[in-house]
């Protein structure tokens, strides 16, 4: 996406210095936009965990990076050591592997972590060449930009039918947290059909949840549709259900750190409630993820491992108090919406109902 004058990626390998892979440092958004520079897996495993990138899909192809990271270390230095050829090799396929247990325990609840490392690992073991994990690395996250347009095209008709419905009136958006370019390769997924609609010349609106603790919403939620010039109001998290009772939401659009085979959706905490309220008032409440943010290996809400985050988080903003020092805090970074609260997934392979045999149809 376009800042400014100047076209994007949330994440780029340096074509210049083999051993550098730039991310924007969204802690710093939307005050300042700061490029920094991963250089090793642990400096991958620092980013994801601190949150200088965040978002399921973007998490995936950090973490991609980071194997790829990790073998051009361990290669490099495995080189200068004596040793036979196979004991080499062998070393350093044991250090990445360790690397990229590392990586994966780095959060928890976005399946595309996992996804991306195991992907990442299959390919180091058939190839384990540095320029091949590189093209890897590039592939994945050029497949993943790609998602995320094909999510746009399939979620803009949805919007279209509003629009027209409404005789080209504002069709009014909810989102929550950040489910846009920053949280993906490019494009998003929750606003990739939001993009492409304002694009095309349809009036959209969006409320943006500001999604305390973090407020990826008012930091980049916000950001990121005031540059692309998309009409957007800021709220507060609890401000959606009056919204919605009062008909000035059209359409909820949100994203997904992983989706259950039945098609539950575990995203941002808070999700959940816009769901029960959206349903409460008969609105329809979209869930947009790419295929690689489901986990067919479990069917069931409950098998999903919700992030639990500092108390600071709660207890602070920007570092300055806001509770009672040593307050007991619960800080769950995530909820699951139940399939049955959601009107609709919206996949780089079309929209599918939530419920088993549409997911599997639509996953394989
Ligand atoms: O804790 P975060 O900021 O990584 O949480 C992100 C979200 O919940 C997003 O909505 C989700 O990853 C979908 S992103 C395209």
Redesign the pocket.
Known sequence: MKVEDRYYRSIWHDESDRGAVHVIDQRMLPFSLEVITLRSAADVYDAISN?TV??????GAAAAWGIYLSFLRHSGRERNSSGTEQSRAGDVYNAVISDAQQLKSA?P??VNLAWAVDYMTGVMKSFPDADVLRKAAEGLCDEEAERSRLIGVHGLPLIEAISSIKGGETVNILT?????WL??VDY???LAPVYLAHDKGIKVHVWVDETRP?N?GSRLTAWELLNHGVPCTLITDNAGGHLMQNGRVDIVF????RATASGDVA??TG?YLKALAAYDNGIPFYS??PVS?FDMTIDRPEQIEI?ERDAEEVRTIDGISIAPEGIAVSNY??DVTPARLITGLVTDRGVCRADKESVIKTVS
């Open positions: 949150m965040r978002g399921a899909p973007l998490i959060r609840t976005a929550h947290c950040n489910a846009g949280a993906c998003g997924t929750a973090r990826q949100v994203g997904c750190d995203n941002k999700t947009a993820l943010s992030e970074g995530f």
